[in-house]
């Protein structure tokens, strides 16, 4: 009689989150953990994660790094440490609010080190091993903002959507390696990002922008702890498409982004059929 194997245990998966102790990061986290998956926590301030470290949820599969991403010698250190890594999630990020006349360079190249040149170095350094297994999984948080803009959010709007392009063509470089791409463009949702403490005004007000960048400023800073989208939602729904067999490049997440993303779409369309004639006249 033929010996019955029992079926091997999945290997948990290794993520590897930044800006992990707050908002989606940290709804990662808990997701993560909760699925019996490994995380480092990338995070500038490890003290605010001792808590969830210390935790028997976390049961030893949560390692702490210290990370600024901006910093390619803390980038080193902390990809060192996390070893092995199948999920790579880029969240760590802030907002800038302010007209583009009124949101100056160190503002702008600032908020692109950290959302676009951070993500993007960690993503280089992370491919050579997923390259290696054939294997791995990118996850980009940008927001509905990186796939169309307003008044007031234009750094923002920039650096996520600089992201959303080098990732798109990531996806079409790294599909025949077995590795995937998963571009998250979330709406409004019960994050850190809009908290006084932490949403960044730009240095000057200008009154003839109050009417335009002046009224969203105006709205985000009120609209903390009152946006509709539940981040543990968001990390639920994240981890559930990336089971599928086949993800998209691009997931929408609430009601605000999937209706703004679709009127954007059509905005673009109705500017092509507009201009088609114009357009198509070009040749010889």
Avoid: C
């Amino acid at each position: 009689m033929n010996d019955v194997i029992p079926p091997t245990a999945p290997t948990p998966r290794r993520w590897f989150i930044t800006g992990a102790n707050s908002g989606f990061g940290l709804a990662f986290v808990t997701a993560a953990l909760a699925a019996g998956d490994e995380v480092v926590a990338a995070v500038r301030r490890p003290e605010t994660m001792s808590g969830l470290a210390a935790s028997a949820s976390a049961a030893g599969r949560l390692t702490v790094v210290e990370l600024d991403v901006r910093d390619p010698a803390a980038r080193t250190r902390a990809l060192r440490t996390a070893g092995r890594i199948d999920v790579l999630v880029n969240n760590a990020g802030y907002a800038v609010v302010g007209a583009v006349e009124e949101t100056d360079d160190d503002a702008l190249r600032d908020i692109f080190e950290v959302m676009f040149f951070g993500a993007l170095a960690l993503t280089r350094e992370v491919l050579p091993q997923m390259r290696e297994r054939r294997d791995g999984t990118i996850v980009q948080i940008s927001s509905m903002g990186g796939l169309l803009s307003f008044a007031g959010v234009g750094a923002y709007s920039a650096a996520k959507g600089a992201l959303e392009l080098a990732s798109e063509a990531l996806a079409a470089e790294v599909a025949p390696l077995g590795i995937k791409v998963l571009i998250v463009e979330p709406g409004a949702f019960r994050t850190g990002l809009a908290h006084p403490m932490s949403l960044r005004l730009a240095a000057s007000r200008i009154p003839d922008y109050e009417a335009t960048s002046g009224t969203t400023r105006d709205t985000l800073s009120g609209a903390h702890g009152a946006q509709e989208g539940d981040p543990a939602k968001a990390a639920a729904a994240v981890l559930d498409v990336l089971g599928w067999e086949s993800p998209p490049l691009r997931l929408a997440l609430g009601n605000d982004a999937i209706d703004a993303i679709r009127a954007k779409l059509a905005a673009v369309s109705a500017d092509l059929d507009a201009t088609e004639k114009v357009g198509r006249a070009m040749a010889v």
